[in-house]
């Protein structure tokens, strides 16, 4: 997964859901946030949707 020039893979990165379905993506090697889910946004989608 690429997003905004961090490179996160499924070996280095923490992804954590809730039960609303909105997450979050962590890169496990530098701490970076990669991505946040916008569930206050009603168009919004997962970039795998």
Known sequence: MTHNNVIC???????SFSKD???VVRNDRTRD???VSD???KDW???WE
């Open 9 to 15: 893979d499924i070996n280095i990165c923490e992804f």
């Open 39 to 41: 569930k206050f946004d």
């Open 33 to 35: 946030i990669v991505q």
């Open 21 to 23: 379905g909105s997450y």
């Open 45 to 47: 989608k997962a970039p």
